[in-house]
């Protein structure tokens, strides 16, 4: 990819379907079926205390985002870039954290699709899984796949929305407590908020937007308005489906039932809103587990691939990765439980070292930012934020602890 000086300006509707499309993939890189889990067995814990953890956890995400957009954008260079303009080989150090992380994730991601499926029609999950990865493949193969991809996100995002705006009207929540937990909650969890937070911007989500910008074009000094609203939006809409789904659960439990099972959310939903919540469920599973392996191939590929490489090369480079990721799947028929304790750990550290380098870019070296003044006021939220990082990364290396134990 040229730098944005010297690539073709675009015009304002494919700016706007460009920066749509980095919003939603970023959106729903971060819901997969580990989202739906958290969120529906920290809404059985704590109850509408929750709340106040979802905007905790937003206020972070969006400061974590807000720097991380600008810098990329403005620069013109992918994370890993910068990082070896910064430190020559943090980029690759960072790079090969995110691909193992990615590809070990994937496999859990095209697990979920396949319990999606199964949920929506009853399809084994192993079958409904590897059509999944074809129809992710498909979309990569497709001659203009990076219009095809911006599309298939935004859709998926706006039909997951929905169904789980119906299944929260029926569940009949209590808004009212909900909404007084959210400023004076009756349990506060750092661990929960903490939890959300790495789910939401760790591991390669974080750069899955601005990534997907850069090569749209949508980038450089001229579209700093536009990037920085994109990157706000993007954690709005993150935050708009967890706010509804947690208010789905919470009206099922304050109503008074006891979810017993190991799929707590499909059981919610199957008592909300009987034989259609549960195919609801399906489909809200399928396209978010679809839409975070579509982020994941292309988040990681585009951490082991330049600027510089064809589109073309990155597409085939992607559909390898999601080929290998289904064939793992399909032999184990689920993401092993140690690899993905061991890519969680890794997904905690990537935050912090990667905002590291982007912070460092951003104080240090406005050379690389164009000659762009950052402001120090978000420099300053960069860095507090940065610091929370650092606590998020310590606790994830408790996640290598048991694999020892």
């Keep these: 990819m040229a730098t944005p000086s010297t690539k073709p300006k675009l015009s304002t509707s494919a700016r706007r379907t460009a920066m749509l499309g980095a919003m939603f993939l970023m959106a729903t890189s971060a819901i997969g079926p580990g989202f739906i889990t958290q969120t529906t067995e920290f809404t059985v814990q704590i109850g509408a205390s929750f709340a106040f953890a979802i905007v905790v956890s937003i206020l972070v995400d969006i400061a974590v985002q807000l720097n991380v957009w600008r810098i990329i954008g403005v620069s013109g260079l992918r994370a890993q870039e910068l990082g070896n303009k910064v430190l020559p080989g943090i980029g690759w150090v960072l790079a090969g954290l995110v691909f193992i992380g990615g590809m070990v994730f994937n496999i859990g991601n095209i697990a979920g699709t396949g319990l999606g499926m199964n949920a929506m029609m009853g399809l084994d999950p192993k079958i409904g899984g590897i059509i999944s990865a074809v129809v ?136 909300a809103a009987g034989d259609i919540g549960m195919r609801s469920f399906g489909v809200i599973l399928w396209a978010a587990a679809l839409t975070s392996v579509i982020g994941a191939a292309y988040t990681s590929v585009s951490f082991i691939t330049k600027s510089t490489t064809p589109e073309r090369t990155r597409n085939l480079i992607t559909v390898a990765f999601i080929a290998v990721c289904a064939v793992i799947y399909l032999f184990l028929g689920q993401a092993p439980q140690t690899l993905l304790i061991f890519a969680g750990a890794f997904n905690g550290l990537i935050l912090p070292v990667g905002f590291a380098v982007l912070l460092w870019a951003a104080w240090r070296r406005r050379d690389l930012l164009q000659g762009y003044v950052y402001p120090k006021w978000l420099l300053g939220i960069g860095v507090a934020t940065w610091l929370l990082t650092l606590f998020l990364g310590w606790n994830s290396l408790a996640g290598l602890s048991k694999l020892w134990a």
């Design 136 to 271: 992710a493949i498909l979309i990569f193969l497709s001659k203009r796949a990076g219009m095809a991809l911006d599309k298939i996100v935004v859709m998926l995002g706006a039909i997951m929305i929905l169904l789980m705006l119906y299944v929260a009207i029926v569940a009949a929540p209590p808004v009212g407590e909900a909404l007084k937990n959210a400023v004076l909650p009756e349990n506060i969890s750092f661990l929960i908020i903490t939890t959300l937070i790495g789910g939401t911007v760790g591991g390669y989500i974080t750069y899955a937007g601005a990534h997907r910008m850069l090569d749209s074009g949508a980038a450089g000094l001229e579209n700093i308005k536009d990037i920085t609203k994109t990157s706000i939006l993007s954690i709005i809409v993150t935050g708009i489906m967890r706010v509804l789904l947690f208010l789905a659960i919470l009206g099922v439990v304050a109503g008074g039932a006891v979810l017993t099972t190991n799929n707590k959310a499909a059981e919610a939903f199957g008592i």
